[in-house]
């Protein structure tokens, strides 16, 4: 397997893991070896049709971005169906807010994994792991956001770490970062809040 | 895509029309890539169905009785040294839905059958 295609596998897989993070086991088991399956099976057809790497790993990245909507919204309806569920009556401009918040963190995940495909277009590395870089720290913005009343701590955790990883990766718009990371931390803070944390609601 | 209440949406219809013409071709059960081929194959389009789409609608499809599943042996899999498949089958109810348009009149049913193995 070229490394283009390990790239776009392992993204694909980083992105599972990501957004089946906190579910049960079997519904993480699952969708992991579903995924798991189909990139194999995907890769040992188009060994077959002997495609070339850079369409593979471009066809592999354009099923993840395509499908990470639906990624989401599956996990919040697995998450609604099989977790303990913390009973927060939300207002309509928090919700607004929640969508709009998960936006913003989606938006760098998408970026990265532009800025991926852009590079193994081009035969390049260096983009291609910055992009990298880009897509983890956003992932986990998003999976500490989801997770921000179930798991608040481990929530914030992951919303600052993506927030500082971002910063870092971005550094020549810090002017802008600063005050969004710090908007999205405090998003968590106090969506955690509502869910009674740190009065116990708060486990990792 | 907005999904219109109480209606199948195109790819879930896809997915149900691809499964029994495979299922009419001697291939009783699918797997999620070999569905996703032959939908695209189907709307004749440049890529296969985006991975979140494709397992999110087998799995609404199950959920609504129109889909059974059932794991692989892992054996099987270990064997020809590759991950393990999740077969598919179209039910009676999902070809009663498919027939009458894709109009959903039937309450959901609960996920898994007794004693379906999990990965």
Redesign the interface.
């Known amino acids: 397997m070229s490394r283009i295609v390990s790239l776009a596998t392992g993204l ?1 897989r980083a992105w ?1 893991a990501t957004y089946t993070t906190g579910l049960p086991g ?1 519904a993480k ?10 990139l ?3 890769r ?2 188009a060994a077959r049709a002997c495609e070339p790497s850079y369409a593979v790993a471009a ?1 592999i990245l ?13 996990r919040a309806h697995s998450a609604a169906r099989h977790e303990r569920r913390v009973q927060v009556k939300e207002s309509r401009s928090g919700r607004t807010l929640f969508v709009l918040a998960l936006a913003i963190a989606a938006l760098p995940v998408l970026m990265g994994a532009g800025t991926i495909a852009g590079d193994i277009t081009n035969d390049g590395g260096a983009g291609a792991l910055w992009g990298l870089a880009v897509v983890i720290a956003g992932s986990a913005i998003v999976a500490g956001l989801l997770m921000s009343q179930r798991k608040p701590v481990l929530g914030l955790r992951l919303v600052a770490v993506g927030v500082v990883v971002i910063s870092a990766l971005w550094f020549w718009v810090l002017f802008i970062m600063i005050p969004i990371g710090v908007a999205l931390i405090a998003f968590a803070y106090f969506r955690g809040g509502r869910a009674g944390w740190p009065r116990g609601a708060g486990t990792v | 895509m907005r999904r219109k209440e109480g209606a199948l949406v195109p790819l879930e219809v896809s997915i149900l029309e691809a499964g029994i013409d495979l299922r009419l071709r001697g291939l009783p059960a699918f ?4 569905i ?2 032959e939908v695209k194959q189907r709307q004749d389009a440049r ?10 609608a087998l ?1 609404r499809l199950q959920r609504s009785g129109f889909l059974e599943s059932e794991w692989e042996d892992p054996l099987v899999a270990a064997d020809e040294g ?5 077969f598919y089958r179209v039910t009676a109810v999902g070809e009663a839905a498919l027939a009458r348009g894709g109009i959903i009149t039937t309450q959901p049913v609960p996920q898994h059958r007794p004693g379906l193995a ?2």
């Open positions: 694909t599972t079997e088991a699952s969708r992991r070896t579903e995924i798991e399956c189909d194999w099976e995907q040992n057809a066809h354009a099923r993840l971005i395509l499908g990470m909507p639906s990624d989401m919204s599956w | 797997h999620g890539f070999l996703a081929k890529l296969l169905t985006a991975h979140g789409t494709l397992y999110k799995d590759r991950p393990r498949r999740r999990t990965p």
